[in-house]
């Protein structure tokens, strides 16, 4: 029987389980995760801080989970060591003896990542972070959060990137007064250009967070707050450490494999050392955009067809992302290249700004194809765009109808009109067709959807999609018998 061993029970641990599962049911599988929890979802962090979500309902796996796909589950335990001559694996619970050493075939790490913090005097303690100071990573940090942030105390957040914004609006939900601190100029610099930046932080200042952009921490002081590089204040009695993260290689490295800013992998998901593969945050692949769940879930499903030899010609070529801010009363997505100047003479770039509305659409086209989209405060035109991207077909000639989401593709006016191969659900490339056969295998129900098919558990922007086609699905088709 063929041994694979998975370092990390993250989502992406989680679901290369799940898909060796589902493609062989006789492969051993043992799991060793860090985090005492079940694996959940990361992306849906921002609502446990918000106090809209239980940290129950952000569970990937129910305790019987392990038992019910015979899959050797171990909660709270490290992976102390890598003997690649004798293709086995260390491990222990934190703090205890080593237990016996576990054998592989085939060893995939995925470790995640580590946040970063900021060398500013006074955040971190012997190693640790400082009392007052917390990560925004997991979901012990959110119980921390949840147990220090009260309603009208001041908090800073440390970083305006992606994470940063969903933790200062998850804050801001509960009543805190928030001022984020980033060292761009404008926010998620990554994902947007500085016209998007300034609309939303025209948007989220509206509902009381405060920014102070171009800007670094230079000192906290306990109970007190942050002293900035221009030698401003910034009061605080916590601060919300969201400044980024690093890939967790620090086992690799001890293992001796090939590290660069991550575990470097080849198409195959193969480190330096071809019995060990890496997937998700802590591996680096051309392809990959760190931070995000869909490359982490792609690498599963490849990986998850080569070791148990369903496709052993898959490989990994990198994926197209679409990003989505998970925030409450704020909607908004970027994808492809949305760096490309309006003047671009290769490229076709139209802009609508209506910052008093929060509304920023940015579109760019070549040779009639999306190429990248920044769409903020219109999901209508934010859903189209995607489509459009995913599958390479042709924009509707009426850009502006487009960006203003007025105008639909022919072959998407409604779900009838959408093909079977149509991605309903980029987070998990879930398509129509995999929608419209769980229902008719008898998922009549969102929840039974969601379980059945895993739309809608990622960023959650796909529901109202997924509504739409169980809608049609009962006023068009028989119902299931």
């Known amino acids: 029987m063929r041994r694979v061993v998975i370092v990390g029970y993250g989502m992406a641990g989680a679901r290369l389980a799940d898909e060796l599962r589902r493609r062989d049911q006789d492969i051993s599988i043992t799991v060793v995760g860090a985090e005492p929890h079940a694996a959940y979802n990361r992306v849906l962090l921002s609502t446990v801080v918000a106090g809209t979500m239980t940290p129950e309902s952000t569970r990937l796996h ?58 500013a005097e006074g955040l971190t303690e012997d190693g640790r972070l400082a009392p007052g100071v917390v990560a925004f990573r997991t979901l012990d940090d959110c119980a921390q959060i949840e147990a220090k942030a009260g309603k009208g105390m001041p908090v800073a957040v440390l970083g305006g990137g992606l994470l940063g914004i969903e933790a200062a609006r998850g804050l801001a939900g509960r009543g805190c007064l928030v001022t984020v601190v ?14 998007a930046g300034g609309v939303l932080a ?31 204040h910034v009061p605080a009695e916590l601060v919300v450490v969201s400044a980024g993260v690093r890939a967790e290689t620090s086992l690799a490295v001890r293992a001796g494999l090939t590290v660069d800013r991550g575990i470097v992998v080849d198409d195959a998901l193969r480190t330096s050392d071809p019995r060990i593969h890496a997937i998700g945050d802590c591996a680096q692949h051309p392809g990959t955009v760190s931070g995000l769940v869909q490359p982490a879930w792609d690498q599963a499903a490849v990986l998850a067809d080569r070791l148990t030899g369903t496709d052993p010609s898959a490989r990994y070529r990198g994926t197209s ?22 003047d671009c003479p290769d490229s076709e770039v139209l802009c609508f700004q209506e910052p008093s509305r929060g509304r920023y659409a940015k579109l760019v086209l070549r040779d009639d194809r999306v190429t990248g989209a920044i769409v903020l405060g219109a999901p209508d035109a934010a859903a189209t765009i995607t489509q459009l991207y995913d ?7 009426d850009r502006l109808a487009l960006l203003l989401g007025r105008a639909l593709p022919a072959e998407a006016a409604s779900p009838a009109d959408l093909p079977s191969s ?40 796909c529901k109202d999609a997924v509504c739409g086609l169980l809608d049609w699905l009962g006023a068009s088709q028989p119902a299931p018998a």
């Open 62 to 119: 129910d305790e019987r989970w392990a038992d019910e796909h015979r899959v050797d589950l171990r909660l709270g335990w490290e992976v102390r060591e890598v003997d690649r001559a004798a293709r086995t694996v260390v491990v222990g619970r934190a703090g205890g003896d080593p237990e016996p050493a576990i054998p592989y075939d085939a060893l995939v790490l995925a470790t995640g990542s580590v946040p970063w913090v900021p060398p």
């Open 182 to 195: 980033h060292p761009v100029g404008h926010l998620m610099e990554r994902q947007l250009d500085p016209a």
């Open 202 to 232: 025209r948007t989220l200042g509206k509902l009381g967070i405060e920014f102070r952009l171009n800007s670094m921490a230079t000192k906290y002081l306990p109970g007190d707050g942050l002293i900035l590089d221009d030698g401003t």
């Open 321 to 342: 992302v679409v990003t989505r801010l998970k925030a409450r009363d704020i909607d908004l997505a970027a994808l492809g290249d949305v760096h490309t100047d309006v």
């Open 391 to 397: 599958r390479g077909i042709p924009a509707p000639t």
């Open 422 to 461: 149509a991605v309903i659900c980029r987070c998990n490339t879930v398509s129509k067709g995999q929608i419209v056969s769980a229902w008719r295998a008898g998922a009549e129900s969102l929840p039974q959807l969601a379980e059945a098919t895993r739309a809608t558990t990622g960023c959650g922007g």
